[in-house]
């Protein structure tokens, strides 16, 4: 029975290291979903709380960063479905702003730019924003695929759709 223990530990251990590595792009795919502080705290248990679920077949994953990405893109699915019946509110430009100032690390001029950029990111539309959304943590097609169990080909029209959409707020506030 020992080594069952172990090896649940094991797992438990490579969630967390996993959860530790990315803890990043957790945090954007948080930010760029949910406004509200206790909502959004509810969130990110959720997802930890899937992780910790699935924590032996994300040892056992071929990829599991793109194994993880799709369990916080599964959870945070949910969380936006439940928020819409619930009618939560999105994200205001002054508490973004807010949130954003309270970022130690990042330089001002980054702040702005990452400000209008989620901001942009939020105006887009669902698919066009989860798309978008993996594509800036870096994932490949190929990843993204995989991620929301769609076909490569869909990947990049999605991802051009999304880029489209997201020049022209950009450019034209829309």
Known sequence: MRSGS??????????VQLWQQHQGAI?????ANEADPEARQDLKQDIFLALHQSAARLQAAELPRAYLFRI??????????RAQRHKW???DDETQQQMLQDCPSAEVAEKQQSQQLMQAVRRLSPANRQVMLLAMEDLDAP????????????????????????????????
């Open 6 to 15: 172990n090896n649940s530990q094991s797992a438990i251990d490579f969630v």
């Open 72 to 81: 916080m893109h599964n959870v945070t699915v949910d969380h936006i479905a």
């Open 143 to 174: 990843e993204i695929a995989e991620i929301l169990q769609i076909s490569h080909g869909a990947v990049r029209v999605r991802l051009n759709r999304a880029k489209t959409e997201l020049m022209e707020i950009m450019q034209h506030g829309r």
């Open 27 to 31: 945090s954007r795919t948080l930010l």
């Open 89 to 91: 509110q999105p994200l």
